[in-house]
């Protein structure tokens, strides 16, 4: 699917075919559970950036027959479809944002999605004490629900940020390698 194709049909997908949710909801809740899970860990942020990844894994599993369902695509022909189609596609349907995809490697398996926005991150600080700026990935999350959704696709993929705007960097950056493609696989024979 085209660059421009896609971007109309999230477009179009996101304006009649989506119900909307208040984004301050959406962000006040999710900061409630990173702040819960900072707490229940004692700051251990090396554990709650796992935690928000297995939790986003989760919803990526279940998530990607919802976005077959309202935006109607097919199968990707290849790696940078699918780039493509996460970023003008699946985040403009579940978070109105269009990340930049950027920075492929020479043989596309590996690219970064730039987020010029994040709602999640929308008025937040991380706690000031001395740990969080250089250990927390406060959107985790969001690596965790691609690498569910993309699993459910046959792609095994290792998704992680390199920067974030909340650490005091210039960039939101989620960096997103193609591990491989998952065989289907057939039970064993029970003979």
Avoid at 91 to 109: A, D, G, M, Q, R
Wanted: hydrophobic share 40%; with cysteine.
């Amino acid at each position: 699917m085209a660059s421009s194709k896609a971007a109309r049909v999230g477009e179009e997908v996101w304006k009649t075919r989506i119900d909307k949710v208040n984004a301050e909801l959406v962000t006040l809740t999710y900061g409630t559970i990173v702040a819960q899970l900072c707490s229940d860990y004692d700051s251990n942020y090396g554990e709650v950036n796992k935690q928000l990844d297995r939790m986003g894994y989760n919803i990526g599993m279940r998530l990607v027959e919802d976005f077959f369902a309202k935006s109607g695509t097919q199968r990707c022909a290849n790696f940078r479809e699918t780039a493509e189609t996460i970023s003008k596609i699946g985040f403009k349907i579940f978070l109105n944002i269009t990340p930049v995809v950027t920075n492929w490697t020479t043989e596309s398996k590996q690219f970064s999605l730039l987020f010029e926005e994040n709602p999640l991150a929308d008025f937040v600080e991380l706690p000031d004490d001395g740990k969080a700026q250089d250990e927390l990935w406060y959107s985790n999350i969001l690596c965790g629900i691609l690498r569910g959704a993309l699993e459910m696709v046959q792609m095994q993929v290792e998704a992680h940020f390199i920067s974030d705007i909340l650490r005091g960097d210039e960039t939101t950056e989620m960096r997103i390698t193609l591990l491989r493609y998952i065989e289907d696989e057939l039970p064993p024979d029970d003979e």
